[in-house]
């Protein structure tokens, strides 16, 4: 049964069309908005993809939450596109959150479009499900005469964000030893440790405050994405897990380092960064998590690593990006390949569930969809997901902003360079909110 009429047509412009098209979106209470800012990669599908306005949805907390994804994916046999919330590893271990969460998102949330939009280059290609398809017509037509929307105004009507800290500067130091005195025990051997900053009473302009941060950082995952008043502005340079047929594809990463406006100075940091013995270090253990989970679903000895440690550059920083393949068998059903890989380990340490235990216990903040992963499933099973980090979240009924920053600790980390690190990789978003 064809659910859906595609069709195609060629668009002239394809970065004016772009915006115009984002803009279209904000009268949908349920969107998904997927940018590759044109970045050159090897595992791309499409420029960018809007997804809006739900046929059906499914939401729900944890417990039981795979089982009931498995159904939901499964019976739609649909495209569903959505995000898995970090907490959901509470379904998979004997683990819990009870932190502080000012954000109240529920734990995982999807929802089948009545209308989707894929860009590649100048191709437009629209899937709209069958009883909306005579409403393209009219769409494209409002699409194309949204007007630009002003960015050179603050992102919020008040004065100043006031954004605070949930972990100040001592105490973090004191948590980071903690970390250090289990490494040092051997009860782990990297964390990756996390700290939120935040704004109370504050009322922001969502799609303002994602094209600001989109042209900040022009990443290769960057996602703005609603559902109804929870939204998550996102410029992650991370992909977490990508299916093509029957091959899977992670691309953790970790080691980072500042960029130079100076291109001497900027290629010396390329040549440190790929010579540091911490981060490559960091990166190796984590790929060795990454292959042990892929290898849960894997074909006999189909896992590879197809890159290691190379790095790439971005907009704000350069990063050390790894990149694990492995093969599947086509009765392997997609959930379980996710649920045998989340959360990803460029975001928990190894090994995974005694650095998930450290890191709930010393973290002052529930993550959230923070650190969990916003994409799609396809009709034929495929699927791509990005890591939410460089991400600003907002809940317009409770007011509150927040982003969350981290970074990978292992026995060579120095608290104050740790710190150091988190600052830079909040900048972007500091920089957005504050104006």
């Known amino acids: 049964m064809i659910l859906r009429q595609v069709k195609t047509q060629h668009i002239s412009n394809p970065e004016t069309f772009k915006k115009q098209l984002l803009y279209w979106s904000a009268q949908f209470d349920e969107v998904v908005w997927l940018d590759s800012n044109n970045y050159a990669q090897k595992h791309g599908s499409y420029d960018a993809v809007l997804a809006v306005e739900a046929f059906t949805v499914f939401q729900t907390d944890y417990y039981d939450a795979y089982n009931q994804l498995k159904e939901y994916q499964t019976t739609t046999n649909d495209w569903v596109f959505g995000y898995l919330s970090y907490d959901l590893k509470n379904d998979v271990e004997r683990l819990i959150s009870n932190n502080y969460d000012g954000l109240g998102f529920p734990d995982l949330f999807f929802f089948q479009p009545k209308k989707i939009f894929f860009l590649k280059g100048n191709v437009l290609e629209t899937h709209y499900l069958n009883f909306v398809e005579d409403e393209l017509k009219g769409d494209l037509d409002s699409i194309y005469t949204q007007k630009d929307l002003d960015l050179s105004k603050p992102v919020s009507e008040e004065k100043t964000i006031k954004i605070k800290l949930r972990i100040h500067k001592d105490d973090y130091f004191n948590k980071l030893n903690q970390i250090l005195s289990h490494i040092n025990r051997g009860d782990i051997y990297e964390a990756n440790f996390c700290q939120e900053f935040y704004a109370e009473n504050t009322i922001i302009n969502p799609l303002e405050t994602y094209l600001k941060l989109n042209t900040i950082s022009k ?4 996602t703005f994405m609603r559902a109804y008043d929870n939204y998550l502005m996102c410029a992650s340079p991370e992909r977490y897990i990508r299916k093509e047929g029957l091959k899977i594809i992670s691309q953790p990463i ?9 291109k001497k100075e900027d290629q010396a940091l390329i040549k440190h960064l790929t010579e540091d013995i911490k981060e490559r270090s960091e990166n190796v253990m984590i790929v060795d998590l990454v292959r042990n989970d892929l290898s849960k679903t894997a ?46 380990g460029s975001m928990t340490g190894a090994p995974k569930i005694s650095a998930m235990k450290i890191i709930e216990e010393l973290e002052e903040t529930k993550r959230g969809l923070y650190s969990g992963a916003v994409g799609y499933f396809s009709p034929d099973n495929d ?23 981290g970074g990978a600790i292992t026995a060579k980390s120095e608290p104050l360079k740790e710190y150091e690190e988190c600052l830079v990789k909040a900048k972007a978003m500091r920089e957005v909110l504050e104006n």
């Open 254 to 262: 970790k080691g980072t380092a500042k960029r130079s406006s100076n």
């Open 299 to 344: 074909t006999k000895g189909s896992v590879k690593v197809e890159e290691l440690c190379k790095v790439y550059t971005f907009d704000q920083v350069h990063q050390m990006i790894s990149t694990v393949t492995s093969q599947v068998n086509e009765s392997t059903h997609p959930v379980d390949i996710i649920k045998s890989t989340f959360p990803m």
């Open 219 to 222: 990443p290769p995952f960057a």
């Open 383 to 405: 699927f791509d997901f990005n890591v939410v980090i460089r991400s600003i979240l907002y809940n317009e009924t409770n007011k509150y902003v927040s982003y969350s920053v």
